[in-house]
């Protein structure tokens, strides 16, 4: 079946702009995950959504990025005003929900800030 | 802060030779999840340990966790080339709700 799917798979873009990066996860799954991992670091945790509330930001770092998430599916990570800091690769992931965590994880988008 | 600290960082192994990978982490877990990542591709789900005492196996990877030492090891039985790529653990922390906190990985190189 199909797995979770990130778009853009790269992007590039100047300093000060904003970008948006869109996350289609497993049909069905109702956890969805955002990670930011830099180049040959681990993974940093952003955001989960539980449906369509977004009960633990606290990985956000900072005011610049925000996430949502409509109808229970796609989801959307917006950075605005990007820095250089921020280039790296962001990563989805979805699961079930509850007691079944195992998170399934897309391709990632590959964000270059210039 | 829920720490989750991997060793070694970097392995360089030969062919046929077994070694461990171990994950440590410093609260409460029930769930301890093992991730491989290839070069410029994203993380393919290997495990999940979700008792104390469990043990899994696939191929020449097995994975077991102890949750009274708060430990989980990864272990390579006569590696082949094809095991090459990064090893992440993970534990969701019932503590803190539905964060994962993941490991910093352990790359694996396995030399002909």
């Known amino acids: 079946g199909a797995g979770v799917s990130q778009s853009p798979s790269n992007k590039v873009t100047e300093k000060g702009k904003d970008v948006e990066l869109r996350c289609d996860p497993i049909?069905?799954?109702?956890?969805l995950y955002w990670y930011r991992q830099s180049l040959g670091q681990g993974l940093e945790f952003l955001i989960y959504?539980?449906?369509?509330?977004?009960?633990?930001k606290s990985g956000l770092p900072s005011d610049r990025f925000s996430a949502e998430r409509t109808g229970g599916s796609v989801s959307t990570l917006t950075i605005q005003r990007t820095q250089q800091e921020d280039s790296a690769v962001y990563l989805c992931?979805?699961?079930?929900?509850?007691?079944?965590?195992?998170?399934?994880f897309g391709p990632g988008t590959r964000l270059l800030v210039l | 802060e829920l720490k989750v600290e991997q060793n070694p960082l970097f392995l360089s192994m030969q062919e046929g030779k077994n070694y461990t990978i171990y994950c440590n982490y410093s609260?409460?877990?029930?769930?301890l999840y093992w991730y491989r990542q290839d070069p410029g591709k994203s993380l393919e789900s290997l495990f999940v340990?979700?008792?104390?005492?469990a043990v899994k196996q696939e191929g020449r990877l097995m994975a077991s966790l102890d949750t009274k030492a708060r430990l989980s090891t990864l272990h390579i039985t006569a590696a082949v080339h094809d095991l090459s790529a990064t090893y992440f653990c993970?534990?969701?922390?019932?503590?803190?709700?539905?964060?994962?906190?993941f490991g910093t990985g352990t790359s694996l190189t396995v030399i002909p």
């Open positions: 992931a979805s699961s079930l929900g509850g007691s079944k965590k195992t998170q399934y």
């Open positions: 049909s069905g799954h109702t956890a």
């Open positions: 959504f539980q449906g369509n509330s977004a009960p633990d």
């Open positions: 609260t409460t877990s029930d769930r």
């Open positions: 340990l979700l008792s104390n005492g």
């Open positions: 993970a534990v969701d922390s019932t503590n803190t709700g539905n964060q994962f906190y």
